[in-house]
């Protein structure tokens, strides 16, 4: 007779779920004994790094991944990367040992107390089936979840013992519809407005490139002769960064971002939110006047925006159906912006300094995973991207992230065929929160190249404090740490890079690697502006 763990299995293979990530936990061996060889179990050394593996990993493949946590420490050890996770609409199944159902009237140790409210708000759906025969079909409803628009993670919790309990019949296998269509008739709306304007600018966000509509972004800019921003802080590129209508990315304060649209009659926001602040900076959302437009898969996203009339739909489907839709306006196109001011190479580096060398040396189908906030504006002014699926980073703001991110996307490219080149830019600060992912890159011989702008400090924090006028915050300072001795523990290959010809030699001998390397770069202290 087939138990739940056997019908379990069966359905992750008709899925195609056959990669599970994690941190293997007494509660979770009862379904991981005799894992099956045509699966691949994904080790981390902290459940922080195995959600941010699967998440980079989902976001390559286009698919739902699996992470498989130890009961209530675990995930609440995974919360930070959850939450990123729910913030990147990236679809993963969450699953989670729980006690013996015999016991759980007495909380034994390990026992998930209230489990499906642990890692509430930031999961579609969570369950603990209340039999061991709905394991399966509880499954099947998870995947449903996590991948229909919005998507986002969802959790279950699975008692140890009940894998071995004889299975219902298998539930069936279902298909769900991942898009949808915008309503026609609020589509024209949108149409005849954008025909009207004056002086039309597009926002574009990340799910311009998680629908792959890049072309249909290139396509309306171009009918409409419009200026396109980056919409701020954003966690993947949505529009070429070489074409001459991209202006760069917005500020991620209200006054400043109202500013750099002023002039524009109407702000068309496709695949953001309206809009994503992080400094209180008032002002107002859109320049005095202005219409804006918003168009976003998600009704919450379109509910909470504080202006604007919104269109809900796909990304990609809404782009392509303007781009047929609407007529070529009669104006010219928009001014390109100046190139950023050249730098000098003297050493320790600047920050524009080592991304400039950086985009020098960038291989032309390389993928980029980036957690150095405090650098982000030189990196975003140096380096630029004109293939999608070439930026990632994180859209909670939660730092932890990035670095299992870009080993699990640097697997997703090996496990694909894609073979993309994966460079990960991790701030010395941010390297330390999930810093045991190297591990399973070493453990992988992933070809990943991490590159660290070492400055000692959380620049990004000193910068809040100068901006709010907060002095003498403690804990802000980060001197003694061997970021070589740490990556050499690992297992990883390093070396310090000083100047722009070290990296250059450095990348060339990384690229071509079998497995990951480390570099990191001191640069200047100097306290950019926040804003």
């Not at 229909?148 to 959790?155: D, L, M, R, S, T």
């Not at 032309?364 to 930026?391: I, K, M």
């Not at 496990?415 to 992912?437: C, E, K, L, M, N």
Request: aromatic residues 6%; hydrophobic residues 45%.
């Amino acid at each position: 007779m087939a138990t739940v763990r056997d019908t379990t299995y069966e359905l992750l293979r008709a899925l195609g779920m056959t990669t599970v990530f994690g941190n293997p936990g007494s509660t979770e061996e009862p379904f991981l004994h005799a894992f099956p060889d045509d699966f691949q179990y994904v080790h981390a050394l902290h459940e922080a790094s195995a959600v941010g593996m699967a998440d980079g990993y989902a976001q390559v493949t286009g698919r739902p991944a699996h992470v498989n946590l130890h009961t209530a420490p675990g995930t609440g050890n995974a919360m930070g990367n959850i939450v990123t996770a729910w913030h990147n609409r990236t679809p993963l199944i969450v699953t989670a040992g729980q006690q013996t159902r015999q016991m759980l009237l007495l909380e034994p140790r390990l026992t998930a107390r209230r489990p499906t409210e642990l890692p509430q708000p930031y999961v579609k759906w969570a369950y603990e089936p209340v039999r061991a025969q709905d394991v399966p079909a509880s499954l099947m409803r998870a995947y449903a979840t996590a991948i229909q628009p919005p998507a986002g993670p969802v959790f279950l919790s699975l008692p140890l013992d009940d894998w071995a309990q004889p299975a219902d019949p298998p539930p069936a296998v279902r298909s769900v519809a991942t898009r949808f269509a915008p309503d026609p008739q609020r589509l024209r709306q949108f149409v005849a407005a954008l025909t009207s304007a004056r002086s039309p600018v597009m926002v574009l966000g990340a799910a311009v490139d998680r629908a792959d509509a890049w072309d249909s972004a290139v396509a309306v800019a171009e009918r409409l002769a419009a200026p396109v921003w980056s919409a701020p802080a954003p966690e993947r590129t949505a529009f070429p960064e070489s074409h001459p209508h991209f202006q760069g990315v917005l500020p991620y304060a209200a006054g400043p971002l109202a500013e750099r649209l002023h002039g524009h009659d109407t702000v068309l926001v496709v695949g953001a939110p309206v809009f994503r602040y992080y400094p209180h900076v008032p002002g107002d959302t859109v320049p005095e006047g202005a219409r804006l437009l918003h168009v976003t898969d998600d009704p919450e996203e379109a509910a909470r925006a504080p202006v604007g009339d919104s269109l809900l739909g796909d990304a990609g489907l809404t782009l392509a159906a303007l781009a047929e839709l609407l007529p070529s306006a009669d104006r010219p196109p928009p001014a390109a912006p100046p190139d950023p001011p050249p730098v000098e190479d003297s050493l320790p580096l600047s920050a524009d300094a080592l991304f400039a060398a950086l985009a020098r040396y960038w291989p032309s189908d390389g993928v980029l995973v980036q957690e150095s906030p405090s650098n982000l504006s030189a990196l975003r002014r140096r380096l630029r991207f004109s293939r999608p699926g070439s930026y990632f980073t994180m859209a909670s703001g939660g730092l932890g992230y990035g670095l299992p991110a870009a080993v699990g996307i640097a697997l997703a490219q090996r496990d694909t065929g894609q073979h993309r080149p994966v460079i990960a830019v991790i701030g010395d600060g941010s390297f330390h929160y999930s810093v045991q992912a190297l591990w399973t890159a070493a453990q992988l011989r992933l070809p990943l190249v991490v590159v660290v702008p070492v400055n000692q400090q959380y620049a990004i924090l000193k910068a809040f404090a100068e901006l709010k006028h907060t002095p003498g915050v403690p804990g802000l300072d980060l001197p003694g740490i061997d970021v070589s001795a740490v990556a050499r523990g690992y297992g990883c290959a390093t070396a310090v890079v000083e100047s722009p010809d070290q990296l250059s030699e450095a990348l060339d001998v990384a690229l071509r690697a079998d497995g990951p390397t480390v570099l990191p770069v001191p640069i200047r202290t100097d306290i950019p502006p926040l804003l």
